[in-house]
């Protein structure tokens, strides 16, 4: 048992970081411009307007969705004739130093209208104008009833194929009639991503609290979004104290499962008592065939020993929900894990497959293997448990390797709190000989 906890732990506590730099590419025709992203992908056309923008929906798969197509209203910039201003050439620039890709499209008269995406994971950007001045059309990304304006702010909720928002912020300018005039230099910031409000709060600090009431009003937050918020945020203060997700999740596992300690012991007390109740359940199964007189057997036997046979199953069923909320805030950041420190060997948690977690599933099946054999009351239980929980890891092993951290943390905790209360209540599980049906060590006489 010492030689497996301190692989275990080996294998979980072995962390090294430093940073990397996620690649991006850009490609460019006679007509278009595509930047790909790890989170996003946009193509320009030649003419200064972007004609779509796709957003990662599975990292493990690399699916884009696109929840942005250009209907005249890409930044189109239009003179006091209602005439559209046309760029004659651009320029693509790209800034390690700050980390962002900038497109500057040049006009008449020393014109520029100028696109910059940042590599980061926060899906904002900056549009610019400098001496080029007019009407200015503001793009969305759903209908209108989606669509909501507080003074210099846009806000557009896309609800389906998969929840999204763009945000506008028009600076000191009011946006009438889903334009804004400009008539001096200036610069904009915008968000076009999923509908992942802790990111916004990174790019929109100081008006964060006005967008939340935007968005009530165009329906992009529910009571329900109250309570994800929560883990989501936690989560996200310690990936800022760590500066690691590996880490993060780890320590967040641990704080949630500390917090869930009561339940759980409580659960397992009621499972070891009616463990110990079981030489008398079966006496009376062997003495009443009829049901009914079986049943009212054991419902006096319960209450004899005030036991709720119930009662484990309870509290197991009010953790699950839990668990859900844990795994969606862990999820949540499926995609930012591209842009994570390397964790162990893995410099992208939000990649799947055999070669990218097949460390982590054989760290999670002997974990389960063991928490099997701690709670098993015989060999036959032990062995059902560890098939089901061994065959559990390998059907999910294309999921990110974010997610499969926090199982692996999540069956490592799992030993040890059974260990204790196993300890605490003088119960004994099964050795590996007993599991594997080879019966106590030989003897070996002493000389």
């Not at 699916?63 to 209907?71: G, Q």
């Not at 953790?319 to 390397?342: D, E, R, V």
Request: proline letters at 4%.
């Amino acid at each position: 048992m010492k030689k497996l906890l301190l692989i275990i732990g080996l294998l979980v506590l072995g962390v090294f970081v430093f940073s990397q730099n996620p690649e991006y590419n850009i490609t460019s025709s006679s007509t278009e411009i595509n930047l790909q992203m790890r989170l996003y992908n946009v193509t320009l056309d030649n003419l200064g307007h972007m004609k779509n923008f796709k957003i990662l929906q599975d990292r493990s798969n690399t699916l884009f969705v696109n929840i942005y197509s250009y209907y005249n209203d890409s930044f189109n910039i239009y003179d006091e004739n209602g005439k559209e201003l046309l760029p004659l050439y651009y320029n693509i620039s790209e800034n390690n130093f700050d980390n962002y890709i900038e497109i500057k499209y040049y006009f008449e008269n020393g014109g520029i209208k100028s696109y910059k995406f940042y590599n980061d994971p926060y899906y904002n950007f900056d549009i610019s104008f400098e001496n080029i001045y007019g009407k200015v059309i503001i793009p969305t990304i759903s209908y209108p009833n989606t669509v909501d304006v507080d003074n210099e702010i846009l806000i557009s909720y896309l609800n389906k194929p998969i929840k999204s928002i763009f945000i506008f912020d028009a600076d000191d300018l009011n946006i009438e009639d889903q334009s804004i005039i400009i008539n001096q230099n200036k610069t904009f910031k915008a968000y076009m991503g999923p509908s992942k409000f802790i990111f916004i709060k990174q790019v929109f600090p100081e008006k964060y609290e006005r967008i939340i009431s935007l968005a009530k009003n165009v329906g992009a937050i529910n009571w329900l979004w109250y309570i994800n918020y929560a883990f989501v945020s936690f989560l996200w203060w310690l990936y800022r104290f760590t500066g690691n997700f590996g880490w993060a999740i780890m320590i967040f596992t641990l704080v949630i499962r500390l917090i869930l300690y009561p339940l759980y012991h409580k659960q397992t007390k009621s499972m070891i008592e009616m463990r110990k109740l079981q030489p008398e359940i079966e006496k009376i199964k062997k003495k009443y065939k009829d049901p009914q007189r079986q049943q009212q057997a054991l419902m006096e036997l319960y209450s004899k020993h005030k036991i709720n046979p119930a009662g484990g199953c309870l509290t197991a069923f009010i953790q699950l929900p839990i668990f859900w909320i844990l795994y969606g805030a862990i999820n949540y950041y499926q995609g930012t894990f591209a842009y994570n420190p390397q964790f162990l060997i893995w410099s992208d948690l939000s990649q799947g497959g055999f070669k990218q977690n097949i460390l982590l599933v054989l760290l999670s099946v002997i974990a389960y293997l063991f928490n099997s054999l701690q709670s098993a009351s015989d060999r036959k239980t032990a062995w059902n448990t560890s098939i089901m929980m061994i065959i559990f890891p390998f059907l999910f092993i294309n999921l990110p390797t974010g997610i499969f951290i926090y199982w692996v943390t999540n069956a490592v905790l799992q030993i040890f709190i059974t260990a204790y209360v196993n300890k605490k209540n003088h119960i004994k599980g099964l050795t590996i000989r007993e599991f594997l049906g080879l019966g106590p060590k030989p003897y070996k006489s002493s000389k």
